[in-house]
């Protein structure tokens, strides 16, 4: 039965629930002496424990395919991303600018010196291998989320021993995996951090002198370059505070110099690819895409006074809706200290993301461990992606994904000191980090059959309450509408969007493909009689359609 509405707010449902969870957790405390041995075991072979940990999420949501299928993009970075993709199965970084452009002007997409989207080619790569081998653009992001829950064990492996390692994987796929927005859309966020890992995990490794680590390390930058061109500042800089101590022995100093010197070599590739994009794209060598979307279009630095820094707990939800529509283009030109100070105490809500509840006992264990220089050094990289990235007005959570491992280093590191803990000769602490990890399993366990149940009564009472909903619940139903239609006709089509005088900005329907005179559906924005005429003498052969999104449910009807 769903849950009831009662002044106390709990009914016997909840009563239930309490009454299985005591039971697991009874069932928890019998069987760890038996299940921790095996799991310890188990840790210690890397190799296994890697695959096992890439196979879990993605087992876990292709399961939920029945309800929950394929991720349809929606928003304009996901479109950015994946004409990124299209364009790289063209075999080139831009496109050529089209003749009839001003029908196709649309977000984050540049229409001269050439059409072509304004993010970096990492997110897009990824995109493109999952459509070449899968067939799907989202092949690409489960493979991208499966090699960062598996290098989340490699990387605590530098910093804990593997049993500690096992369980911070498992977190990764509990907190980053099935259920989280970044498996489940476009804009990236696994990528990126899989780079993290990559960096944070080879440098406690580097002093050992492997080649491996130096290279691992030169990769983990070049991933991040190619998808977080901005925030690689932030991460090459927390690198450098890293070794920081070393550097005042002359030996140590040296033998840093020839890992840099290999990490650097690594990187020059990606390095390379960066340069060459910004000139096929933009014809200029040093000029970025994004740079120039913002001189030709001001956006997206024009998101000055973004929802990051809007009151909202002064304002109903539609008036904090209507101040965004109203000052997202008309924000102040430059920050001062008091938006910057104002968008940061917002954000602070927004890292929640990285922990589920039951870890923020287990946070204010690590705190005492920053007395050592190298996890004081990990306070210190996440509040410079933080305090960095703040200078840009918009946020999503993964413009810091880089340093996500780290989040999960820490949790897992309060979690480790939390279980040296005794009272009076009596394991307390060791009792309580079980608690805390048995309440993260089964928070994670709660949500995923709720989704694996979406039909249920039950599942759809209890989702109005999930903290992150984003697994299609939020899923664009609108255009899979629209999309289907479009499927049923038959031949080339040249779709018109027409929007009314109160459309939402952000609600951009006109997205097309790297070769958009080949595509099927051909989408075009309405200008009036006389300008369309043109184009549909440049398309003869297509059927003309008009879309007005704007109405409920969107109407989809031959052009007149």
């Not at 292709?62 to 199965?89: N, S």
């Not at 081998?133 to 530098?158: H, R």
């Not at 304002?315 to 104002?342: I, R």
């Not at 048995?438 to 249920?456: D, G, I, K, P, S």
Request: hydrophobic share 50%; charged share 15%.
């Amino acid at each position: 039965m769903p849950p009831l509405e009662n002044p106390l707010g709990f009914t016997g449902a909840d009563i239930v629930e309490l009454l299985v969870a005591a039971f697991l957790l009874a069932a928890t405390f019998a069987w760890h002496p038996w299940i921790e041995p095996h799991a310890r075991r188990f840790a210690a072979r890397t190799a296994w424990s890697m695959l096992a940990l890439a196979a879990l999420p993605v087992v876990l949501r292709l399961a939920l395919l029945t309800h929950h299928p394929v991720p349809t993009p929606d928003v304009y970075d996901e479109f950015g991303h994946l004409l990124v993709a299209d364009t790289l199965l063209h075999l080139r970084l831009a496109n050529p600018a089209h003749p009839m452009q001003r029908f196709f002007e649309t977000f984050f997409v540049l229409q001269e010196p050439t059409n072509s989207s304004i993010y970096p080619v990492g997110q897009g790569i990824v995109l493109a291998l999952g459509r070449a081998i899968f067939g799907t653009p989202w092949a690409g992001v489960v493979m991208a989320t499966a090699a960062f829950c598996s290098l989340v064990y490699w990387m605590l492996c530098g910093w804990t021993t593997p049993g500690w390692a096992l369980l911070g994987g498992a977190l990764a796929v509990i907190e980053f995996g099935p259920l989280n927005q970044w498996m489940n859309n476009y804009w990236g966020g696994a990528l990126p951090s899989a780079a993290g890992c990559l960096v944070f995990g080879a440098l406690p490794r580097i002093e050992a002198g492997r080649l491996r680590d130096r290279i691992l390390l030169g990769l983990g930058l070049s991933l991040h370059l190619l998808t977080r061109q901005f925030e690689s500042i932030f991460l090459a800089i927390a690198v450098l505070l890293f070794f920081l101590p070393a550097l005042r022995y002359r030996a140590k100093a040296a033998r840093l110099a020839r890992a840099a010197g290999v990490a650097a070599l690594v990187a020059l590739p990606a390095v390379a690819l960066t340069v060459l994009q910004n000139h096929q794209v933009t014809g200029s060598w040093t000029t970025p895409p994004e740079a120039l979307s913002q001189y030709q279009y001001g956006v997206p630095s024009a998101f000055t006074f973004e929802a990051n820094v809007v009151p909202h707990r002064a304002l109903s939800p539609q008036q904090a809706l209507d101040y965004k529509m109203q000052v997202s283009f008309h924000g102040p030109s430059a920050d001062t200290l008091a938006t910057y100070l104002l968008r940061l105490e917002y954000r602070v809500r927004f890292y929640r993301f990285f922990f589920l509840p039951p870890l923020y006992i287990a946070l204010l264990l690590f705190l005492p461990a920053a007395r050592e220089y190298r996890y004081a050094w990990l306070l210190a990289a996440l509040a410079l992606f933080a305090l960095g990235t703040n200078f840009f007005p918009a946020f999503q959570f993964h413009y810091i994904a880089g340093v996500a491992c780290l989040f999960i280093l820490a949790s897992v590191t309060g979690l480790e000191r939390l279980s040296r803990i005794q009272v009076s000769g009596w394991p307390a602490g060791s009792h309580a980090a079980r608690v805390i990890v048995f309440l993260c399993v089964l928070h994670f366990a709660f949500w995923y059959t709720l989704h694996a149940m979406e039909n249920r009564e039950i599942s759809s009472a209890a989702r109005q309450y999930e903290t992150w909903n984003t697994i299609n619940h939020t899923n664009p139903e609108r255009r899979i509408f629209v999309n289907r239609q479009l499927a049923a006709l038959p031949g080339p089509l040249l779709v018109f969007v027409r929007y009314t005088p109160r459309h939402i900005f952000q609600d951009e329907w006109v997205y097309n493909a790297a070769d958009i005179d080949a595509s099927r559906v051909v989408w075009a924005r309405d200008l009036g009689p006389e300008e369309n005429r043109e184009l549909l003498r440049y398309y003869p052969g297509r059927t003309p359609l008009l879309l007005e999104p704007d109405s409920r449910p969107p109407r989809l009807s031959p052009y007149q």
